[in-house]
Structures are given as C-alpha cells and as structure tokens.
C-alpha cells in the first residue's frame, strides 16, 4: 500500500479549517509510513512470486491440496533449473509443505545466485464442507509469523467463491486483513471486499470493487474508505483502460464533504487524470495532487499486496481479489 494513501486521511487531524485537510504534509508521513514498510518487507515481497509461478500444481478436483508426497518436505530453487524442486533440507512441518523464499530481482525474478530470505509452510486446513488452505511465513531461520492466513471456500459455492482472513507483519508493525471474494455475472468479471485494520495506528480501510476484465480493455467500479478516530476519506467511482489509453471518474470525499473530482476519458497512459476541487477552492497546489494521486492508486495497491501475500495458498483454494 502507498504512504501516501494513509497520509490523505491522517491530514485531517492535522490540520484546521483555514487550512484544508491535504495541507501541511510535515511529520504526518513518517506516522504512516509503517503501511508501505509493511508490503515493502522483502519476506512479503518475495511471497508476490507465487501469483505468477505457483510451488504447488493446482490439485485436481477431489486430490488432496497438498500431495501425501510433499509432506514434511522443503521445496527450494536452483538458479541452474530455474525452478523449485524438492530438496534435503529439514525441517519442514510433518503436516505440511515448506516453500524458501528467495530476494526478488527488480524485475520480480528471483536474483540469481539465490539467496534465502524466509519460507512459508503450507498446511491443508479443510473440514468437513470446507475446503481451506493455511499459509504461514516467517523469515530467515523461522522465528514469529510475519504472515499468517487461511483462505477457505464451502463446498456448497461457487467456484472462485471464498474469504481469506490473517495477518502481515514486518516484525514491528502489523496489519489485520479479511477477504470475501466472488466471481461476477460474467466470465472475467469479478467481486471482492477487503478490510485492512492496523490496530496500533488505529487506521482501518475498506475496499468494495468489481472488476471487468475483456480483450485489452478493464473496468473497476470501486469504494475505498479511510477511517482513522480523527477522521475519514473516501474513494469512490469508476476507472478503466483500453489498451493504452484510461478513464476515471471518480469523486474523494474528506469527512464526508464531496472534495474533488477525478475525470478523464481516453487519457494515454504517460498522462494523468484531470482533479478539480470540490467546494469553492479554485486548484490544489501540487503537493496536494501527488497526495491525492497516490490516494487514487490505493486500491490497486491493496489488491496487489494482498494478492502477492496469499500467493501460493490461492493457486490452492482460488479466491477472487
């Protein structure tokens, strides 16, 4: 998640009213940058891996998630192969599987030669009715979670129909996460809510989207709301793209006051979104645009970083995101 998106709701605690809620942006960032810490850590980082390169084949309808075969194993990558394959190494839980995760490369790879930052074991969590698979990650040398989750799907439902709930922390800082997640009326459409609470900041956010995917073109319709004891924010409205060119239209509210307007149709990609003010001011200086920017960017950020984080556990149990 983007600093910057906590930074427009913390705004409002901050400043009066001659001022404006995006004004005075000093000392208010360093109290929410532990959110990007958070998905930044390179342990996190690393799970974003498995959206594209799965450890685990997706299990055949009726297998177990994870076969008798890999139990109490440990799954490693060789620069040589470049692939994951079972190891030697023990350690690995008698009831699951253990995955090393490697530092990533600034294309997303894994940086050869490979280095180990952390693992994360996998674990069938199914009951009866319940298909449900737990994911838990530590860093190097194990050590407390820095991500704990279980992903479950009633068998009774839909494919593609599931909740996710669990944690992701850097070891300081911590951030409580639930997941609902379905598939639209229409093939590549889909429906998710998420809420993220950080306790320790007392910031909490919810994000409701439907997202349509087609041939080179994608639609979101999208609700982020901010929610700090002194405050609120909210993202509301449409964005899409095709090909290369985008649209928004979309409206932030600060304390439930209409703020400013998001609009554009057909805009190519190097160039952004018009944003008017809302309520007799006549511009927003270029601070409070950036600010703004990067609030608008907040729910791609928090559907990236959740769905790297449940990475290798939804190629098992498929959640929508």
Avoid at 242 to 259: G, K, M, Q
Wanted: charged share 15%; glycine share 12%; hydrophobic share 40%.
């Amino acid at each position: 998640m983007r600093l910057t998106t906590w930074t427009l709701l913390l705004l409002t605690a901050g400043c009066g009213e001659s001022t404006g809620p995006l004004n005075d942006l000093s000392g208010l960032r360093s109290s929410v940058a532990l959110i990007d810490t958070v998905f930044a850590s390179p342990p996190i980082r690393s799970l974003g891996l498995f959206q594209q390169v799965p450890p685990l084949p997706t299990p055949a309808a009726g297998a177990p998630l994870i076969p008798d075969s890999l139990l109490r194993k440990t799954l490693t990558f060789t620069c040589a192969s470049q692939r994951y394959a079972e190891s030697g190494d023990s350690g690995a839980p008698a009831t699951g599987v253990r995955v090393v995760l490697y530092r990533r490369a600034p294309d997303g790879s894994i940086a050869c030669p490979a280095t180990a930052i952390g693992q994360v074991d996998l674990f069938d969590a199914s009951a009866p009715g319940t298909t449900g698979v737990r994911g838990v990650g530590t860093g190097p040398g194990g050590g407390e979670p820095l991500v704990d989750y279980t992903i479950s799907h009633n068998v009774a439902d839909a494919q593609g129909v599931a909740t996710a709930t669990g944690f992701v922390t850097d070891g300081q800082q911590r951030l409580d996460f639930q997941v609902t997640g379905e598939p639209g009326s229409g093939l590549h459409n889909t429906i998710a809510t998420v809420q993220l609470d950080d306790s320790a900041a007392d910031v909490h956010a919810v994000l409701h989207h439907a997202a349509y995917m087609g041939v080179d073109t994608y639609s979101d319709d999208l609700d982020l709301s901010v929610q700090h004891a002194a405050g609120s924010a909210e993202l509301k409205g449409s964005v899409g793209w095709a090909n290369t060119l985008r649209s928004w239209d979309e409206i932030v509210s600060v304390n439930d006051a209409p703020f400013a307007k998001v609009g554009g149709s057909f805009v190519p990609e190097n160039e952004g979104p018009s944003i008017s003010p809302i309520g007799g001011r006549l511009f927003f200086t270029g601070e409070e645009r950036r600010v703004l920017l990067d609030f608008m960017g907040a729910p791609d950020s928090i559907r990236a970083g959740l769905a790297g984080v449940l990475g290798a556990g939804a190629h098992l149990v498929r959640i929508a995101l």
